[in-house]
T-cell receptor, first 114, second 115 residues
Framework: AQSVAQPEDQVNVAEGNPLTVKCTYS??????LFWYVQYPNRGLQFLLK??????LVKGSYGFEAEFNKSQTSFHVKKPSALVGDSALYFC????????????FGAGTRLFVKA | DAGVIQSPRHEVTEMGQEVTLRCKPI?????LFWYRQTMMRGLELLIY????????DSGMPEDRFSAKMPNASFSTLKIQPSEPRDSAVYFC?????????????FGDGTRLSIL
């Protein structure tokens, strides 16, 4: 069975500092991995995805994530955080053997302090 | 391009009433998902359609909940009768293909309050 874990409920970082939001996963086949961001009173917005190819993927708003197969992780990072990055971040994983739907993590709230 | 459109954005109704939530997916998308989000339970997948056919409804909480997709450009989620514990934000999302390896595009949700 496929699963995804976001071990931190909240991440706090100062503006201008690098940020990392963690995600680990478990699938039976090759994973399809996604990050989404949710701002208040809005739906989730797609940030980036890993399907195949380079382990480092770049996404919207300066975010990037590294696929690490040995550690089954897909952490999202940004070199310099902005106050406007404060939001709820969701990791999602799917694989064709797990049915035709991705599984979402519980979400991590990112708080960037000015 | 227009995104996923949900209506209404807010709904307040009394317990026992029928509630119908509506969704217009992005044109050309084959997969449609209905989610429910609450503080206590997070984001829950209720049902998933592919090419207008329900594929997985294992997340639908009770028989009071039903969903339809009569055509590629419209879906409804109905609750009858509604209960206070149904209060949540309900999201609709659509994606290309079969959904597992394509990003989902979410609407801005319907905030439902059952009194």
């Amino acid at each position: 069975a496929q699963s995804v874990a976001q071990p931190e409920d909240q991440v706090n970082v100062a503006e201008g500092n690098p940020l990392t939001v963690k995600c680990t996963y478990s699938v039976s086949g090759n994973p399809y991995l996604f990050w989404y961001v949710q701002y208040p009173n809005r739906g989730l917005q797609f940030l980036l995805k890993y399907i195949t190819g380079d382990n480092l993927v770049k996404g919207s708003y300066g975010f990037e994530a590294e696929f690490n197969k040995s550690q089954t992780s897909f952490h999202v990072k940004k070199p310099s955080a902005l106050v406007g990055d404060s939001a709820l971040y969701f990791c999602a994983v799917g694989d064709m053997g797990g049915g035709f739907k991705p599984i979402f993590g519980a979400g991590t709230r990112l708080f960037v302090k000015a | 391009d227009a995104g996923v459109i949900q209506s209404p954005r807010h709904e307040v109704t009394e317990m026992g009433q029928e509630v119908t939530l509506r969704c217009k997916p992005i044109s050309g998308h084959n997969s449609l998902f209905w989610y429910r989000q609450t503080m206590m339970r997070g984001l829950e997948l209720l049902i998933y359609f592919n090419n207008n056919v329900p594929i997985d409804d294992s997340g639908m909480p009770e028989d009071r909940f039903s969903a339809k997709m009569p055509n590629a450009s419209f879906s409804t989620l109905k609750i009858q009768p509604s209960e206070p514990r149904d209060s949540a934000v309900y999201f609709c999302a659509s994606s290309r293909g079969q959904g597992v390896n394509q990003p989902q595009h979410f609407g801005d949700g319907t905030r439902l309050s059952i009194l």
